[in-house]
């Protein structure tokens, strides 16, 4: 969906069409909660997150720019919503993956692109190194692991993380490095115990 077309669904939803405001949900429902279930590692606390990020953004809709672009909009409303949830339940660990749990969609939601490339050579990676890499995901602090997520599996330029977080470019290149660092750190160690 373009910039006008969502500059014109939230003119009509704040001019009383609430009913409109389901296409918007319906363009990001998906994205937001993928963010949510990233950032938390748990099923139910992603969709609940997601649902408060829709309510939040409705009942704050008259506070949107429509000279902004709604998704980095709606995708800065969820980011503050996640994070006061992670400082509130202090929760930096995977607690909500269990064996064999998988959200929906993870297949073909270009997930494993955190992964060295020579990793990703070939097949597909196995269902066990990709619970290693949700794991290892979870160890990263919540700051690091919410720019990971934006860039590698929404697949967002430096460009839009910045207008979505406010930081400079080239604190998000350095911050995204660094986030790198740690996740190929703790993937070998989580490789090399299993050993």
Known sequence: MDHKNEAEIVAKVLKGDR???????????????NLAYRMTG?????EDLAQETFLRSF??????????SFFTWIYTVSLNIIRNHLKKSSYH??????QGERMPGT????????????TRAGDELSKEREEILEIC????SPELRELLILRFYQGLSFEVIS??????????KMRVYRGLEKLRKYIEENVTSDR
């Open 19 to 33: 009913q409109a405001y389901a296409l918007l949900i319906e363009e990001y429902k998906i994205p937001i909660y």
């Open 137 to 140: 995901l979870q160890k990263i």
């Open 107 to 118: 297949s073909d939601f270009g997930n494993n692109q955190l992964i060295a490339p020579e």
């Open 42 to 46: 748990n099923l139910q606390d992603a």
């Open 59 to 68: 009942n704050q809709l008259y506070r949107y720019d429509v000279k902004r």
């Open 163 to 172: 207008d979505i977080t406010g930081l400079s470019l080239s604190a998000i």
């Open 93 to 98: 660990r995977l607690d909500g993956i269990r």
